[in-house]
Nanobody, 122 residues
Framework: VQLQASGGGLVQAGGSLRLSCAAS????????INWYRQVPGKQRELVAS???????NYADSVKGRFTISRNNAINTVYLQMNSLKPDDTGTYYC?????????????????WGKGTQVTVSS
């Protein structure tokens, strides 16, 4: 599985950006895709998740402002970010955890896309 994130940029507070995460490879193995963000000196924070069936989950800090969606036909997940704040600044990563069962056991694999930088100026 390969994940490619794009769409970051510099935007003023109150503005919007849309991030994209395109998956390739063993895409039928993918269920949930997550967006994380990281600020230097802090732990990577889970921002939003979406399952294959479309169930979503958001961090409290982005509820009502961010919307995660996916187009399974083209294996792409989007993160629409509105009403951006300077605190939203960070490097955004898309991630998925894939489990593959063999006769012996279930193997878990984590895949990360390269980050895309989001900078929100005040």
């Amino acid at each position: 599985v390969q994940l490619q994130a794009s769409g970051g940029g510099l935007v003023q507070a109150g503005g919007s950006l849309r991030l994209s995460c395109a998956a390739s490879g063993r895409t039928p193995d993918i269920n949930t895709i997550n967006w994380y963000r990281q600020v230097p000196g802090k732990q990577r924070e889970l921002v939003a998740s979406i399952t294959n069936g479309g169930s979503t989950n958001y961090a409290d800090s982005v509820k009502g402002r961010f919307t995660i969606s996916r187009n399974n036909a083209i294996n792409t997940v989007y993160l629409q970010m509105n009403s951006l704040k300077p605190d939203d600044t960070g490097t955004y990563y898309c991630h998925t955890h894939v489990e593959v069962a063999t006769i012996e056991r279930v193997h878990g694999f984590d895949y990360w896309g390269k980050g895309t930088q989001v900078t929100v100026s005040s």
